[in-house]
């Protein structure tokens, strides 16, 4: 089974950035598209960004392109969310995702396994 760590998240300024890590244990972990998503109390799940298996493509909400940036080290088993100019309406807790596939998807039901989460707060 895949097991995923988020970590990096934390109390920011508006403007500031974090960079968001998620450590994957498991068999064949390029061969999984992977994602963010963030929620907030009495909200769904949403989509933030992915990347596909090969790590070429990429694919960000609106709310963030721009801002964010997906990336993945295959030799370090890690996804990565740099998150840049960050706003009070990022705040959230962020949760990497990974589907056994290669391609990328931007809706939570085609991810299979989940992160505990870690909490992103921007500040005003």
């Known amino acids: 089974q895949v097991q995923l760590v988020e970590s990096g998240g934390g109390l920011v300024q508006a403007g500031g950035s974090l960079r968001l890590s998620c450590a994957a244990s498991g068999r064949t972990f390029s061969a999984y598209a992977m994602g963010w998503f963030r929620q907030t109390p009495g909200k769904e799940r949403e989509f933030v960004a992915a990347?596909?298996?090969?790590?070429?493509?990429?694919k960000y909400a609106d709310s963030v392109k721009g801002r964010f940036t997906i990336s993945r080290d295959t030799a370090k088993n890690t996804v990565y969310l740099q998150m840049n100019t960050l706003k009070p309406e990022d705040t959230a807790v962020y949760f990497c995702a990974a589907r056994s596939g290669l391609l990328v998807f931007v809706t939570k039901d085609r991810y299979d396994y989940w992160g505990q989460g870690t909490q992103v707060t921007v500040s005003s």
């Open positions: 990347i596909d298996g090969s790590g070429g493509i990429t």
